[in-house]
């Protein structure tokens, strides 16, 4: 069975950085593209970043283009998220996930193209 476990979440004030990351077990974590969802209150769950399996490609929402950074490390099944230049409207709870396709190059930016989904780690930016 898959788990993924996010981790990194916190209080920051705005500008500031954070570094989310997500382990991966219960299968080959190394052939699957990973994501980054996040979801504040009230709102629906939105897509944040994503990554190829390999880790060639990413893609990004424009929101946060420039200020975050997708990366994993298949030797540890892990994928982080690097958030920096933090703003207020980054509070979310933010989620990692598996996508369901094996060796994919598509980068999906809708959630139920990902079979796979962690508890959520709260982040806050204050102003």
């Known amino acids: 069975q898959v788990q993924l476990v996010e981790s990194g979440g916190g209080l920051v004030q705005a500008g500031g950085s954070l570094r989310l990351s997500c382990a991966a077990s219960g299968r080959t974590f190394s052939i699957y593209a990973m994501g980054w969802f996040r979801q504040a209150p009230g709102k629906e769950r939105e897509f944040v970043a994503a990554?190829?399996?390999?880790?060639?490609?990413?893609s990004y929402a424009e929101s946060v283009k420039g200020r975050f950074t997708i990366s994993r490390d298949n030797a540890k099944n892990t994928v982080y998220l690097q958030m920096n230049s933090l703003k207020p409207e980054d509070t979310a709870v933010y989620y990692c996930?598996?996508?369901?396709?094996?060796?994919?190059?598509?980068?999906?930016?809708?959630?139920?193209?990902?079979?796979?989904w962690g508890q959520g780690t709260q982040v806050t930016v204050s102003s």
């Open positions: 990554i190829t399996w390999s880790g060639r490609s990413t």
């Open positions: 996930a598996e996508d369901r396709t094996s060796f994919s190059n598509t980068l999906n930016n809708r959630p139920l193209q990902y079979d796979y």
